[in-house]
């Protein structure tokens, strides 16, 4: 996300995910208050959508360089990568790219066993890796659901004038509803209603001796009809 645009607020949140706690980073804001009025607005202000986010984001580059010279590191020098709290941002991104264990203990660099043992021992990371799983498949389902109703962007063309030079128009691309993604989203949202049948092995078995159990019913019934012709 861009930077807020509020100049205090960038600044509080660049301070909190410094480290520093909510009462010196309003102060280091620019804001002139005494520090228990500080304490105060600190809580209201980081409990702001927008800053909350932006301290998010923020936090979450820290630790992601931290956590990736920490790998670098590690390979380097042929040592496993010890935890860290760092570590935690790192494995999130890893959960939304859709790796599963063995590849993401592979990027860590340790072995499946240890992230194993991470997610058991500290709540924090399993947590990570769960939402970072949860958000991309936020955003995969968003954009079927789009996908599935049609959607709408602003675009530019740009063509080329010999008298005036390159000329940009805007206009609006269009894109049309997508029966496969609808059936898809309605499969997977109500599927009594939406899955696909597929035939039952039992009944189709049972459809086909029965029908030749007719078919060599009707073959004797033939041949007795036959035999008492040929008598007459």
Request: aromatic residues 6%; contains cysteine; hydrophobic residues 35%.
């Amino acid at each position: 996300m861009p930077a807020l645009k509020n100049g205090r607020h960038e600044k509080f949140a660049a301070s909190i995910a410094k480290g520093l706690n909510g009462a010196n980073a309003y102060l280091a804001a620019g804001y002139a208050v005494a520090r228990d009025a500080a304490s105060r607005n600190a809580y209201r202000l980081r409990n702001r959508q927008d800053v909350r986010e932006r301290i998010d984001e923020l936090a979450g580059k820290r630790h992601g360089r931290i956590a990736v010279q920490q790998v670098t590191n590690g390979i380097g020098t042929g040592r496993p990568t010890l935890y860290r709290p760092e570590l935690c941002e790192m494995a999130r991104r890893l959960a939304m790219l859709g790796l599963t264990d063995a590849e993401m203990a592979d990027a860590l660099n340790i072995a499946a066993i240890t992230l194993s043992r991470w997610k058991q021992n500290y709540p924090e990371f399993r947590r990570a890796i769960a939402r970072g799983g949860a958000q991309a498949d936020a955003k995969v389902a968003d954009r079927l659901y789009f996908r599935a109703i049609g959607y709408e962007h602003r675009a530019v063309k740009i063509f080329h004038r010999p008298d005036t030079g390159p000329v940009q128009v805007p206009y609006v691309e269009h894109y049309p509803p997508d029966t496969k993604a609808a059936l898809a989203w309605l499969s997977r949202r109500q599927p009594e209603k939406w899955r696909e049948r597929q035939p039952d092995r039992a009944d189709d078995a049972g459809g086909k001796s029965s029908g030749r159990a007719r078919a060599g019913r009707a073959g004797q019934a033939t041949a007795r009809r036959g035999k008492a012709d040929n008598r007459a």
